[in-house]
Structures are given as C-alpha cells and as structure tokens.
C-alpha cells in the first residue's frame, strides 16, 4: 500500500466518523420540524460505520492482523459495510415525504434487506467453507454495491432533492439550496 492510499483510507474514514458523530449530536430544537433534522441520526450511524469500514479495510490491505484473524476481520467488514448501507437506506427513507401508513411498511426494507444479505452471506459458508468470501469476491461486490449501495445512495439522494423543494416552498430558500447543490 502507497503511503497516499494510506492517507486515502486514513482521512476518508476520519471524516466519515467525524461526520456521523456531529449529525447523531444533531438536536437544535428549533429545527426539528424539518424532516431533514430528524433523519439525520441514521445517516450518522451510516458514517460511522462506514468510516470504520474503510479503517479495517486499510489494515488488511497493510496486513497488520493476525493471520488467524483474516477470514474474521475480512467478514466483521463485509457486513459492517452491509449495515451502514442499511442505515443509509433508512435515512433515505425516513426521509421521502410519504402518509403515515406508508413509512411504517417502507421503513421495514432496510432491515429486511439486511436479513437477506446475512442469509445469503451464511448459507454461502455453509456450503462452500468458511473462507469463501475471502476467496471470491463476488457476493461482496454484487450484493453490497450493487443491491445495497446504489439503491441507498439513489434514494438519499433523491429524499434530499424532494426535501430541498419542500423547504424551498416553505421559502427557506437558504437550506433548500444547500441540500439541492448535494
């Protein structure tokens, strides 16, 4: 590993901790009617979690765990990495303006969607040994990036767009253009 990757994963996991950590302390109780307010505690364990993701990531990739510990390491981050993007997806969600009865059900899929990455992650070492995932990256890339990731980061991101109109309308035209030029 270059010593730039180093500062990569060591500064980007930083900012990403530091982000989550400021947006879960976020209570300024003149604003928490804005939607935007009360989701933020999810994208902040998001950040988290995913700061410490790419940490783990650049101690394997500097090979400074145990090598008994490499399978254990290499699954602690596949499924942090899976659970961040699953809070990801609540804030999202949590964040679509949408009725009552309709948030309750939708906000089931995150952890839904979880579950069934758990699954899929379980039964692939039981029928083909503990050290698959190690061994074939596939089901991390398909399934965290693909079947995770970019839904979650599409519906953040289209959540924030609606969120910015709504505030926009509500002529609190200063947010509203911040969280539009996301």
Not at 98 to 112: A, G, V, W
């Amino acid at each position: 590993m270059s010593i730039l990757e180093f500062l990569l994963y060591l500064i980007y996991g930083f900012s990403m901790i530091t982000m989550g950590i400021f947006a879960v302390m976020q209570k300024d109780s003149r604003l928490m009617n804005i939607n935007l307010i009360k989701s933020l505690k999810y994208l902040g364990f998001f950040a988290i979690i995913h700061g410490m993701t790419e940490w783990i990531t650049m101690i394997q990739k500097l090979e400074l765990c145990h090598p008994y510990l490499v399978i254990e390491v290499h699954y602690t981050n596949m499924i942090l990495k899976a659970l961040s993007f699953m809070f990801l997806l609540y804030f999202g969600l949590d964040l679509l303006p949408m009725r009552t009865k309709y948030r309750s059900i939708l906000l089931k899929i995150p952890l839904f969607g979880f579950l069934v990455f758990l699954l899929g992650f379980c039964l692939l070492i039981y029928r083909f040994g503990a050290d698959y995932h190690v061994l074939n990256a596939h089901y991390k890339t398909i399934t965290v990036r693909y079947f995770m990731a970019v839904p979650s980061c599409a519906i953040a991101a289209a959540a924030l767009y609606l969120n910015a109109r709504l505030i926009e309308k509500t002529k609190s035209v200063k947010i509203s253009k911040r969280y539009m030029n996301l």
